[in-house]
């Protein structure tokens, strides 16, 4: 006798599993904690196979039945709907373990985390699971059938955000990916291959700055207000306004470099090491600039540098960290980059100080832009003018944070 709806609901167990037929070998099975499941009963090749079709009330009685049919079907073709499940199963597992996600986790496990620093790759992957596998479900795609186009286009979106060397680097590494997977005969080619040429260049663009005092006084104010909870960072801060230095030459400042009793600071310029032929930069320390230093003294460590960083691959601190600190204190990208103290210097040394060009740029470590010829570094160090250039800038900043 067909069963029903309601025949089925109010089944009950006496503590023991029972069963409820509704024919042709399509039977319900009540546990005896009160669980239900479908099973197909029958015989193939004389042989009897019992197939789980599943639990109800998730498939209900109409469900089952279809699904009883369609299995009947099959076996009067002389197939077993059961393996053919295990079958699909199987080449779901085999489609899922050759996605590009898959792959390209594994690669990233296996080959490239292991031999690559976490603070470099911490940069790179998060883009995959952000842009590239959300991207027109590049990452439960079998990889094989991804394209060249898709890759670029994915990557493009990076670009057109503005992290342009960002993207450049994600193509790559999409590349390693690919390479990796043909070494495994996942692939036949490495389709990725010299897209990273094909996406849009990175071009240099001034850095943004403060370059109206009273907006510069708001700026130095708020780092001022830092609290001292990471003296360096702090510290660095408050220094970066007064070197003129790059910020990528102060965060490596060393502590040989740096002679307290002369207030200088003479260090090696990476940009013009081949004008100077290595001679070395020498930066005058106002007073200031020199206490600063000289603040830091008790947190030396048998660290080289002087704002030193366990954490960071160099050594020293990353510019992302200090740039953190920069935001934190309410200085926003809008208003300066770390670079851009520069530009501020250059800018309100040379319209409100009037101190003379050159020796702007000397102390900026620049090519003497007087120089008609365009290549020869300037050989004239402005020593004692740019002493007092650093001092005279160094007590402007602090009038503008006393105002």
Not at 13 to 27: A, E
Not at 102 to 124: G, L, V
Not at 212 to 238: G, R, S, T, W
Request: aromatic share 10%; charged share 25%.
């Amino acid at each position: 006798m067909a069963l029903t709806e309601k025949q089925i609901q109010q089944a009950k167990t006496s503590g023991s599993k029972i069963k409820l037929t509704d024919g042709n070998g399509l039977t319900l099975y009540i546990h005896s904690k009160g669980g239900k499941y479908w099973v197909h009963r029958y015989y193939l090749n004389k042989k009897r196979v019992e197939f789980n079709l599943g639990t109800y009330p998730t498939l209900s009685l109409k469900e089952a039945r279809l699904k009883h049919s369609n299995n009947r079907v099959m076996i009067s073709k002389g197939v077993d709907p059961k393996e053919e499940k295990n079958k699909e199963k199987n080449t779901r597992a085999v489609e899922a373990s050759n996605t590009f996600r898959s792959i390209a986790e594994k690669y990233f496990k296996d080959s490239y985390m292991p031999a690559t620093a976490a603070s470099t790759w911490k940069k790179i992957i998060p883009y995959f699971d952000k842009d590239i596998y959300p991207y027109k479900k590049l990452g439960s795609k079998p990889i094989q059938d991804i394209t060249p186009l898709e890759i670029y286009e994915a990557c493009k979106k990076i670009s057109d955000r503005g992290s342009k060397e960002s993207a450049k680097r994600v193509c790559r590494m999409i590349s390693s990916i690919y390479a990796w997977a043909t070494l495994l005969g996942l692939v036949n080619v490495n389709i990725a291959y010299g897209l990273a040429k094909s996406l849009p260049k990175h071009t240099k663009s001034n850095y943004n700055s403060v370059t109206n005092p009273n907006e510069f006084a708001k700026v130095l104010k708020k780092i001022d207000a830092i609290p001292n909870h990471n003296p360096l960072i702090k510290v660095y801060l408050q220094l970066m306004p007064l070197v003129f230095s790059r910020q990528s030459e102060l965060r490596a400042m060393r502590w040989d470099e740096v002679d307290l009793v002369k207030n200088e600071w003479a260090y090696v310029v990476g940009k013009t090491i081949k004008e100077t032929n290595g001679k070395p930069h020498t930066v005058p320390l106002s007073n200031q600039a020199a206490a600063l230093i000289k603040s830091l003294i008790p947190f030396k460590t048998t660290s080289p540098y002087v704002f030193y960083s366990d954490k960071s691959e160099s050594g020293f601190m990353s510019d992302s960290a200090i740039s953190r600190h920069l935001r934190a204190c309410g200085v926003s990208q809008e208003e300066t980059s770390l670079h851009g103290f520069r530009a501020s210097a250059r800018t309100i040394c040379d319209e409100v100080l009037e101190i003379r060009t050159d020796v702007l740029e000397v102390g900026l470590s620049h090519k003497n832009p007087t120089d008609r010829h365009g290549g020869a570094y300037s050989r004239a160090e402005f020593k004692q003018q740019r002493i007092v250039a650093m001092q005279q800038w160094a007590d402007y900043c602090d009038g503008l944070k006393n105002e």
